[in-house]
């Protein structure tokens, strides 16, 4: 119940573990700062889709299963988004009617990014794109008779964890449209601050589609048994209005300052 009365129906929202804090409210919330600048001021719009999704075992089985998300932008020392059991909100992850197709999609985030925040320096010039890292945690349980069966239950281990590493390039000149690079951190050699994009980024599945630009990223191997094999996820990034302009040395976004996008 307070879940459903912490948001507007429709609008875009966010799950933060600090709303507030004392009688200062959003003043004192680091995560729901950086959400509410990147909303504001962000000219980059990213939504994330679970397509493909195909649970194992039967409706029978008494399996409720529960996904975790968890959304870091570099730079930023607090999570932007962190909708979890432990915070009692995962996203419920329900076992589609017969009748549906394996392409119903799971909406997992969505979030905004700013071009003109600072970026880190890589040989002596600023960073070309911006980078954020999407965490998934499947989670399950059994049930028997509405309760909870704790028989077989490991608290907090996940039956799949992975983290995939985001690297997002602003339209920039003659090109309209953004582009991203896509790796699962189980697949780096080492830490992923030494990782950089290379090669040619992930296709554009909506090429002719000005200012948005589309791709599709496969679940690592190891989790398709719990996902399905055709278990992926769709990322759309939008550039909103403005994101061609140059921002002003005294606009807002110049004077709230803060970490990179």
Same mark, same amino acid.
């Given at each position: 119940?307070?879940?459903?009365?912490?948001?507007?129906?429709?609008?875009?929202?966010?799950?933060?573990?600090?709303?507030?804090?004392?009688?200062?409210?959003?003043?004192?919330?680091?995560?729901?700062?950086?959400?509410?600048?990147?909303?504001?001021?962000?000219?980059?719009?990213?939504?994330?889709?679970?397509?493909?999704?195909?649970?194992?075992?039967?409706?029978?089985?008494?399996?409720?299963?529960?996904?975790?998300?968890?959304?870091?932008?570099?730079?930023?020392?607090?999570?932007?988004?962190?909708?979890?059991?432990?915070?009692?909100?995962?996203?419920?992850?329900?076992? +589609?009617?017969?009748?549906?197709?394996?392409? /119903? $999609?799971?909406?997992?985030?969505? &979030?905004? *990014?700013?071009?003109?925040?600072? @970026?880190?320096?890589?040989?002596?010039?600023?960073?070309?794109?911006?980078?954020?890292?999407?965490?998934?945690?499947?989670?399950?349980?059994?049930?028997?008779?509405?309760?909870?069966?704790?028989?077989?239950?490991?608290?907090?281990?996940?039956?799949?964890?992975?983290?995939?590493?985001?690297?997002?390039?602003?339209?920039?000149?003659?090109?309209?449209?953004?582009?991203?690079?896509?790796?699962?951190?189980?697949?780096?050699?080492?830490?992923?601050?030494?990782?950089?994009?290379?090669?040619? +980024?992930?296709?554009?599945?909506?090429?002719? /589609? $000005?200012?948005?630009?589309?791709? &599709?990223? *496969?679940?690592?191997?190891?989790? @398709?048994?719990?996902?399905?094999?055709?278990?992926?996820?769709?990322?759309?990034?939008?550039?909103?209005?403005?994101?061609?302009?140059?921002?002003?040395?005294?606009?807002?976004?110049?004077?709230?300052?803060?970490?990179?996008?």
């Amino acid at each position: 119940m307070q879940i459903d009365n912490a948001y507007v129906k429709g609008a875009h929202r966010a799950f933060v573990h600090r709303s507030h804090s004392g009688r200062y409210g959003l003043v004192n919330s680091e995560e729901g700062f950086q959400n509410l600048r990147r909303f504001l001021f962000g000219d980059l719009e990213i939504t994330v889709e679970l397509h493909g999704l195909r649970l194992p075992g039967t409706p029978q089985d008494g399996t409720v299963w529960q996904l975790e998300t968890l959304l870091s932008v570099r730079g930023i020392p607090v999570r932007l988004h962190e909708q979890t059991a432990a915070h009692h909100c995962p996203i419920q992850v329900e076992r +589609p009617p017969v009748e549906d197709t394996s392409d /119903t $999609p799971v909406p997992l985030l969505t &979030t905004f *990014l700013s071009t003109h925040e600072p @970026r880190p320096l890589e040989e002596g010039r600023t960073c070309s794109t911006l980078r954020n890292a999407l965490t998934l945690r499947l989670l399950s349980i059994r049930e028997e008779g509405g309760l909870f069966d704790f028989g077989d239950h490991l608290e907090q281990s996940a039956d799949f964890e992975d983290t995939l590493v985001v690297d997002i390039a602003p339209p920039t000149g003659g090109r309209t449209s953004p582009q991203a690079w896509a790796t699962w951190n189980s697949e780096l050699p080492g830490a992923i601050r030494d990782w950089r994009p290379t090669g040619d +980024p992930l296709t554009d599945e909506l090429p002719n /589609t $000005p200012k948005v630009w589309q791709g &599709t990223v *496969l679940l690592p191997a190891i989790a @398709r048994g719990s996902f399905g094999e055709q278990a992926r996820l769709v990322l759309t990034v939008r550039g909103r209005d403005g994101y061609e302009d140059e921002v002003p040395a005294q606009s807002d976004v110049a004077l709230i300052g803060g970490g990179p996008a």
